[in-house]
């Protein structure tokens, strides 16, 4: 089981992965061995932010375009607010 650290930090998906990011703004995907005494790591890499805003906006609804990519990879990497009204084309 994850401690409370590890809980607030990565996103459970399912069937033992986890999403977390880091502070550098990577994804670092785990995968833990639910049915493992401590729960081991068994896999896991870390995605560098715009290889992680290309894979959003490439399973988006409409698919990956160089708007979507840079909406993605803003809403990644700022902490401001993000509002669509800066992207019309999105």
Same mark, same amino acid.
């Given at each position: ?18 999403? /977390?990011?880091?502070? $550098?703004?990577? &994804? ?7 049915? =493992?005494? @401590?729960?081991?790591?068994?896999? /896991?890499?870390?995605? $560098?932010?715009? &290889? ?7 399973? =988006?609804? @409409? ?28």
């Amino acid at each position: 089981m994850l401690n409370a650290k590890e809980m607030t930090k990565a996103y459970p998906c399912k069937e033992g992965w986890y999403f /977390e990011r880091r502070q $550098d703004g990577k &994804v670092h995907i785990f995968k833990r061995d639910e049915k =493992s005494d @401590g729960k081991p790591i068994v896999a /896991e890499t870390d995605i $560098d932010p715009g &290889v992680w805003a290309s894979v959003v906006s490439f399973v =988006s609804a @409409g698919g990956e375009t160089g708007d979507r990519f840079q909406a993605a990879l803003e809403f990644h990497v700022s902490r401001k607010p993000y509002s669509l009204a800066y992207h019309p084309n999105v």
